[in-house]
């Protein structure tokens, strides 16, 4: 049991820490608005999203965003196919 545990642990260190660095690619490589996505996307009630979408560029933030999920799921594919 404590096997599974520490090995449960490990996994979502290794989650955290693939997040940090995709997290800080993202915004090495958008700026500000990598940000912002971000945060529209964990506001659990998408308070920051719906002020993002009154922004004039909020097409742009919104690629980002597109972006951001492409990265996740090809991070994804990649670790469990």
């Known amino acids: ?3 599974k545990n520490f090995d449960a642990r490990s ?4 989650r ?3 997040a940090i660095f995709l997290t800080a690619d993202l915004i090495e490589k ?3 608005k990598a940000l912002l ?3 529209s996307r964990i506001s659990p009630l ?3 999203k719906r002020f993002l979408e009154d922004l004039k ?3 742009e933030i919104n690629e980002v965003v597109e972006e ?3 990265e996740e799921k090809r991070c994804l594919r990649a670790r469990y196919w």
């Open 46 to 48: 998408g308070r920051v």
């Open 1 to 3: 049991l404590m096997q």
């Open 57 to 59: 560029d909020a097409s």
């Open 37 to 39: 996505a971000i945060a």
């Open 30 to 32: 958008y700026g500000w």
């Open 16 to 18: 955290v820490v693939n």
């Open 68 to 70: 951001i999920v492409k």
């Open 11 to 14: 996994r979502r260190d290794e």
